[in-house]
RNA sequence: GCGCCUGUAGCUCAGUGGAUAGAGCGUCUGCCUCCGGAGCAGAAGGUCGGGGGUUCGAAUCCCUUCAGGCGCACCA
């Protein structure tokens, strides 16, 4: 029985209740579906709903006296082993063990299907996350991003959503020119110049432009005039660290379907075309020579300029036209992650998205990740690229691994400062709960070796009856969480509720496989019974949740650690 | 000054109105005579920053206050 259904028996008994007069409610009141919840102690029940509570005042009557004829009801329910009123007036229930263990069958046949489910069924979504400029590697901040990012983007579609990845590159303005000025100050052996960039990667982009211009056949960029010299540097510096970009990021497992470039905004006319639309619509103005939005029309504080009075596009007519040129590719729900540092942009992009005639917080969504601190010795650490202490995402790869580094990132709620500390990352990564997943994964996998050579087949049947201790029903429960766990994080745009989830799993999975006295698989000179092919499934079904939940975080599931 | 996020065990963090607030790490005590000890069982450790309010019920919602982080450009 699902909580679905419970759901369900529990809607049909009110329903009943109200039809023959024992519930004085309208019709209307009744819920279509009553929420059920899994108790935290076990005592109460696999199963547990406070609607009672909830109705009682509405019907004019207590809570306890709802929910004892709402237990009568139900108890006669097949599926369902017990029901108990408890406190002031919850309902926990208790399935039968046999009803129960059917969820093990369920989720072996359904494998790596099991945890999908269509609450987002239907919806294009464009989900842009990272966008670092490539102006250096990516930091740490980047790659807390790509991992939430990337989790995010695998729940949402295991909910049914079309999802593309896309970054934004960032290869338009000052801080381009910045960057461009830097490599061909170091390759000249000048000077860094005030507002440019240190740090070693800067030597080694303008050695490797250098390299590259050669190859190609071209002059040595150094001796260019300083004009020339400084595009030759901008071009192939930005498309060398793009490169380097790229790489580390599909070195941690994430790919983009685009790569979007801010300059092709500005080249193909999308900047003016998505002015233009604005103004129509009536919201563009103009003043001191520029041209502004009327966003305040639509709860920013203040309007933005849009084309300053240089001429020049305003950095925010790049996001302007962005925005515009996804929702003309067709997609729904436009996602954009940004680093707590952006907060301030949310305002004025709703303003824009609502200026377009569309719904803010609909079609557009913007999500605020916290930012990452370091921390060594207990003290933070600031990290500057002229003190050279900057975490990049392959020096965290390098330290702990993509799993242990993707794992980490992702279990903590975007909304949280995280702080990561560099000495643990150094020594002690056998700290990472991810460790402790993934042992439970592998763990499994053992038991199915040691099953085959013992001569345990899920095969030769399954009674699900037999699954009937308490630590089973616990890990029955938790298994039957797992789809409403993933359509949560999808929903609430969470996925470290996947994180967590496992966690539980992981350690209800270890508590029940080392009860000494229930062996999942015979002792060698034991027969194999029933009892030890039902343990098998529930092992298998245990396997594949783990595998999946990993899965959506982009983590290994490893059959041996 | 205004805005957003945060404040929960020694540390790092879960917990979007329910029952006795949880996990990992750290500390302490047990557990390998056969399925993986990267594990399990147990103990200690909390005025959920403070104060009001709403509710049958608040870590959770509202108000207020304190503390920390991050923002408030014709920069990008």
């Known amino acids: 029985m699902t909580p679905s259904e419970l759901s369900e028996a529990l809607s049909s008994a009110l329903a009943a209740a109200v039809a023959d007069g024992t519930l004085a409610l309208p019709t209307d009141a009744v819920p279509a579906s009553v929420h059920v919840e899994r108790p935290r102690q076990r005592e109460h029940g696999d199963w547990a709903t406070n609607v009672a509570l909830q109705l009682a005042k509405k019907a004019g009557t207590t809570p306890r006296a709802l929910a004892e004829d709402l237990a009568a009801r139900l108890a006669v329910h097949p599926g369902i082993q017990a029901v108990e009123v408890a406190g002031p007036g919850f309902l926990n229930i208790t399935l039968d063990a046999a009803s129960a263990g059917e969820l093990a069958r369920t989720i072996v046949e359904t494998g790596a299907d099991y945890g999908k489910g269509a609450s987002e069924a239907g919806k294009k979504v464009n989900l842009e996350f990272v966008s670092a400029n490539p102006t250096g590697p990516i930091h740490i901040g980047g790659v807390r991003w790509a991992a939430v990012g990337d989790s995010l983007a695998r729940v949402l579609e295991a909910s049914g959503a079309e999802v593309t990845r896309e970054y934004y590159f960032n290869d338009h303005g000052a801080q381009i020119d910045r960057f461009a000025r830097s490599l061909l100050a170091r390759a000249r052996g000048e000077q860094a110049p005030e507002d440019g960039y240190g740090g070693q990667y800067i030597a080694e982009i303008a050695d490797a432009v250098v390299a590259d211009a050669l190859a190609a056949g071209e002059p040595d960029p150094r001796t260019l005039p300083d004009a020339e010299a400084q595009e030759a540097f901008r071009a192939r510096g930005v498309q060398r660290m793009f490169g380097e970009i790229k790489q580390s990021l599909h070195d941690f497992g994430v790919d983009f379907a685009v790569y979007f470039h801010e300059d092709s905004l500005h080249e193909s006319g999308a900047v003016d075309h998505a002015v233009?639309?604005?103004?129509?619509?009536?919201?563009?103005?103009?003043?001191?020579?520029?041209?502004?939005?009327?966003?305040?029309?639509?709860?920013?504080?203040?309007?933005?300029?849009?084309?300053?009075?240089?001429?020049?596009?305003?950095?925010?007519?790049?996001?302007?036209?962005?925005?515009?040129?996804?929702?003309?590719?067709?997609?729904?729900?436009?996602?954009?992650?940004?680093?707590?540092?952006?907060?301030?942009?949310?305002?004025?992009?709703?303003?824009?998205?609502?200026?377009?005639?569309?719904?803010?917080?609909?079609?557009?969504?913007?999500?605020?990740?916290?930012?990452?601190?370091?921390?060594?010795?207990?003290?933070?650490?600031?990290?500057?690229?002229?003190?050279?202490?900057?975490?990049?995402?392959?020096?965290?790869?390098?330290?702990?691994?993509?799993?242990?580094?993707?794992?980490?990132?992702?279990?903590?709620?975007?909304?949280?400062?995280?702080?990561?500390?560099?000495?643990?990352?150094?020594?002690?990564?056998?700290?990472?709960?991810?460790?402790?997943?993934?042992?439970?994964?592998?763990?499994?996998?053992?038991?199915?070796?040691?099953?085959?050579?013992?001569?345990?087949?899920?095969?030769?049947?399954?009674?699900?009856?037999?699954?009937?201790?308490?630590?089973?029903?616990?890990?029955?429960?938790?298994?039957?969480?797992?789809?409403r766990v993933v359509a949560q994080a999808a929903q609430l745009r969470e996925p470290h509720r996947v994180a967590r989830?496992?966690?539980?799993?992981?350690?209800?999975?270890?508590?029940?496989?080392?009860?000494?006295?229930?062996?999942?698989?015979?002792?060698?000179?034991?027969?194999?019974?029933?009892?030890?092919?039902?343990?098998?499934?529930?092992?298998?079904?245990?396997r594949q949740v783990l595998a999946n939940g990993l899965d959506l975080l982009g983590v290994t599931a490893p059959e041996r650690m």
Not at 330 to 342: E, K, P, Q, Y
């Open 276 to 483: 233009d639309r604005l103004r129509q619509e009536g919201h563009v103005f103009d003043a001191d020579g520029a041209v502004w939005l009327r966003t305040t029309d639509f709860g920013d504080d203040k309007d933005r300029v849009v084309i300053k009075s240089d001429g020049q596009a305003a950095y925010i007519a790049g996001d302007i036209a962005y925005y515009l040129d996804k929702r003309e590719r067709g997609f729904d729900d436009v996602i954009i992650m940004l680093g707590a540092d952006h907060h301030g942009y949310i305002g004025r992009m709703m303003a824009v998205c609502a200026a377009f005639g569309d719904e803010p917080n609909e079609n557009l969504q913007i999500l605020i990740g916290q930012m990452v601190n370091l921390v060594k010795d207990g003290q933070p650490v600031r990290m500057s690229k002229r003190a050279g202490n900057v975490l990049t995402i392959d020096d965290l790869v390098d330290a702990v691994g993509v799993d242990a580094a993707r794992y980490s990132l992702a279990r903590s709620s975007a909304d949280q400062n995280i702080d990561l500390d560099l000495d643990l990352l150094a020594s002690q990564k056998n700290e990472n709960p991810v460790y402790y997943v993934q042992y439970a994964h592998s763990r499994t996998c053992a038991v199915d070796r040691n099953a085959a050579d013992r001569g345990v087949r899920r095969e030769d049947g399954f009674d699900p009856a037999l699954l009937d201790h308490p630590t089973e029903s616990a890990l029955l429960g938790r298994l039957n969480e797992f789809p």
């Open 501 to 542: 989830y496992l966690e539980a799993l992981a350690g209800e999975y270890h508590t029940w496989y080392q009860q000494k006295d229930r062996r999942v698989l015979p002792y060698p000179d034991e027969s194999v019974t029933d009892t030890h092919r039902a343990r098998l499934w529930l092992n298998d079904a245990v």
